[in-house]
Every structure is written in structure tokens, then in C-alpha cells.
């Protein structure tokens, strides 16, 4: 606002011969009310800004708005995470390489899963003085340390980083390592424990009169329990995750048969088998997307063995993460009979007692799991001394898993499900995203042996046990 301090000049009058004083008075007249008004008005603006000054600091105190700052990362909640009571919204940034999200265990307001490098405005309205828990709902996150308390105070923390809480201070006057251990006892203590629903359940084909193997398979959204009492949304496969294992013969005829019930288009990727371009599962290159409420069938012969996986290829980032994704074996296991590597000999006539697929997972509502279970829900594998057991490790997640069995060496047979040349012992393997590798051991020694992702907070927390641990059982 521009506020005119003078009047600007009148223009001078005409000369007149009658009444020239009368119009010198005029103008002068008109100069005193312009100036006059311009005082007024410029009275009345200063006057309302010391009201709304006023109102603002005696009257009635209006509610804040606060716009934090939070990064989620692995295993942590870090940022702003102290506000004054009102309105309070966060800015959450994935800051991490795996999927997480940001729930608010009070309020139940959560941020859709996020990619790494994705963010998402959390608003949760009006806020009163207290401590709310927020923390990444995906299975193991928070047990890894994916938990902090947002303080909304009248003295809110600059920085709110002394507002997390997901490590343990063994200094804090509160530490106590006897409830500390009594916690890892019972969690350990509680596997293998009972939970609704089994993974890689072998899918049984219906043979046409070609003898063409015929599979059906259907995705859909469906509640699945990975860890005991905790049941989630998972996106599978006929029901169960990981979906049904499909296991053919070298030289069968496959058909395929896919429904798709989700939300959204999907397809199947055969990850790993060599089938025609036409066949390959990847919308809109290969064929066009199954939308929903829709099917496709999918049709190859299959010419050599393969130790490989299926799983959706349109919008994989949501559903396999959240269940999509399963074992597909042909032939027979390229085990290494009568080799001897590092001086042990493989025998001529060894029969498996077990041959299981091990898929692994670190993101969606699925979470840090072993064949979609979470431990104590994870299955152990139970052997007699001196039995042999193939596993295939497949990793269906976004990070890499060095999965580790105490006690017996494992040997490494087969990458990506192609035989190796050159067999090797090792007793931990890093599997990354994508990756296959099979592995072949002997219980020689009884006991129960822990086996385990060996990514620390992949399997424990201040609380126990938990996520990507089982154990290896020899009677």
C-alpha cells in the first residue's frame, strides 16, 4: 500500500476577474480533506495491524501447524520427530534400498509402502500433548528397529532425534538384561509354532489327452498369517505363499491356465525357463495385460532341467513383495553324484530325504520371512543323522540374504539352477534379489541347528527371535 503523505499540488486556477479569492479558497479547501482522509485511512491500517497483533498474542491462542520431516531407512525412523500440539502432517521419505512405510500405532494412519528414493505426505489432523508410537508395519521391520515415539509438546525438541527408540542403551539407568534374555528365551522357546496356511504346497496338473500338463492358477488378495496372531493382506497364488511349486519333466508340454482376481493388471513371469517370446509374461511386449476379472492361458514345452520361479511382471514392485511369487522345477535334481570335492565324496547312490525350496523376502506386507512365514512360524526341516537334504534358496525380496546353517557345511551345486562345474563347500551363501543357488548336506551330528539370514537384524531385536530364522533338526 502506497499512503500519500501530501496532497499533490492543485493545478493553478484560471484568472478571473470575479471571485478569484473565492476559488483560491476552494482549492486550498479540497487540499486540507485530501490530506485529512489520507490521515484517516492511514490511522485506520495501523490501527487494524495492532488488533490483529494484539488479537494474536491476548486473545485465544489459534492451533499450530507443524510439517516434519521423517527418513525411513535400514533399520530406522530418523528425522523431525517433536512437534508443538495441532495439526501435524510428515514428509516421509524412503531413504533406504528396501520397501518400508510409516504407521502411527494410535491413530492408525500409515503412508502407502514406499520404494527406495519415494516419499508421501502423512496428515494426521490435530494432535494433543502425548507420545505416539510410530513404526514400519512390514513383518520384521520393527523388530529390526523400525520404531520411535513422536513427542507433541509445548516444548517441542529441535531436532527429535533423542525420540527414537529402536536401539537399546546398555547404559540407561532403565537397561535390563535379565528381561532382555527372559525375551530371547521365550521367543526361541516358541518354535516352531502352529500358524494358518502352508507355502510351496505342489500343484497337481490336470493331463489333457496330448498329454499336456494343464495348471490353473489364481491371484488374488487374501488374508495369510505370517507369524502367530499376525495376519495381513497378501497377494498370492492360489491362496498360499509362496504359491503352489509346479515341478514337470524335461520334454513336457505345460499349459498354464492364469485367473486374475486382483485389483489390478497382471501377467506371469517364468523366471528362469527358457520359453518362447510369446510366453514370456511381460506386459505390453509379450502379450497384453490380464486385467482384472480376466484370464490367459500360457502354453511351452520345456526341453532341459531348470531349478527356476515364477511371479508377476506388471506392477511387481506391489505384488510380488506382497506374496506373488513361487517354485517352478523341471527334471530332475542336478546333484553331483560321485564327485569328490574338497576331498568329500558325494555317494553314487545317495537318496534325499528331503529336496525343499527356501524363498526368501524382505518387503510388502510379507516382510522379512522364510516360505512366507515369520519366526517361531517358520517350518524347521527334520532329518535322521546321517540323512542328506537338497534346498534350493530363491530370493523374491529386494536385498541380499547370507543365509548361514550352523554346523553342516553346505555344498553349492547349482547357480540360477545350471549345474557348476566346480561344486564348493561353504557354510554361509549370500543370495541377492533374483538369485537361485542349491545346496546339498548331511545331518552327521544330532541336535537342533540354527539356520539363519545372517543379517543380524534380520533375525533378532531387544524383544527375541524373530523373521528370518529356522533350524535344522537331526534326531
Known sequence: MTVLDDPPPATAPQRRDDNSGGGLAFVAMAGVLIALVGTVVLIGLIGLLRDQRTSGAEGPASASSSMLAVALSEFSIDGELSAAPGDVSLAVTNSGSQQHDLTVRETGAKTPILNGGE??????????????????????????????????????????????HGSVDPTSPDFDGDAMDQLMMESMLAFPAETEGVGNALLEPE??????????????????????????????????????????????????????ETPMGSDIHWHGLPVPNGQDGVSPYTQEPVKSGESFT???????????????????????????????????????YGETISGV????????????PMVLNDAGVIGLTLNGKSFPATAPLVLQEGEWASVHYYNEGLAPHPMHLHGFPQLVYAKDGIPLDHPYWADTINVAPGERYSVLFQGTMPGVWVWHCHILTHVESEDGLFGMATAVIVE
Do not use: R
Open 207 to 260: 493331463i489333457l489327452s496330448d498329454g499336456t500338463k494343464q495348471f490353473e492358477l489364481t491371484a488374488a488378495i487374501t488374508q495369510w498369517e505370517v507369524a502367530p496372531g499376525e495376519f495381513v493382506d497378501a497377494w498370492s497364488y492360489n491362496g498360499i505363499v509362496p504359491g503352489p511349486m509346479i515341478k514337470v519333466d524335461v520334454g513336457d508340454k505345460v499349459q498354464v491356465i492364469f485367473n486374475n
Open 119 to 164: 516419499s508421501a505426505t502423512l496428515a494426521l489432523g490435530t494432535l494433543e500433548a502425548g507420545s505416539y508410537e510410530v513404526f514400519c508395519s512390514i513383518v520384521g521391520h520393527e523388530e529390526s528397529g523400525m520404531v520411535a515415539s513422536l513427542e507433541i509438546t509445548d516444548t517441542p525438541s529441535t531436532s527429535g532425534a533423542d525420540a527414537a
Open 345 to 356: 565324496t558325494i555317494p553314487e547312490d545317495l537318496v534325499l530325504a528331503e529336496e525343499i
Open 298 to 336: 500360457y502354453e511351452f514345452t520345456l526341453e532341459e532341467p531348470m531349478i527356476a520361479m515364477y511371479h508377476a511382471h506388471m506392477h511387481s514392485q506391489i505384488s510380488v513383495p506382497n506374496g506373488m511369487f513361487a517354485a517352478f522345477i523341471v527334471g530332475e535334481n542336478p546333484i553331483p
